[in-house]
């Protein structure tokens, strides 16, 4: 309700609410910043192989204990696949 613990509270949660859009304002903005041109400004692979491993096991580990984080990674990595097939397409057309 907002109303059950006073004007403090009220204030208090209001702020932190603020400082949440502040910081994924800022987030948005030094991404789009510091991205290459043309590009998501995704990493780039990692060459070591016991690298991929661990963050791959690190990944589907978190995906157990955070199934909306775990779909989530599966949305991103289908719209990353259907992209790929997108602009390999456009390429082999040009």
Known sequence: ??????LVNRVFLTVICLL???????????W???RRAGTLGAPRKPVDERTQRSVGIFQLLLSFIY????ASL???L???HVG????T???ISA
Do not use: D, E, I, Y
Request: hydrophobic letters at 45%.
């Open 1 to 6: 309700m907002g109303t059950q613990f006073g």
């Open 67 to 70: 199934p909306l984080w775990g």
């Open 32 to 34: 789009n910043r510091r």
């Open 74 to 76: 599966v949305l991103v």
């Open 84 to 87: 790929r097939k997108f602009s």
């Open 20 to 30: 949440v859009v502040w910081n994924v304002t800022t987030a948005t903005v030094m």
């Open 89 to 91: 397409a456009s390429r």
């Open 78 to 80: 289908g719209v990353q």
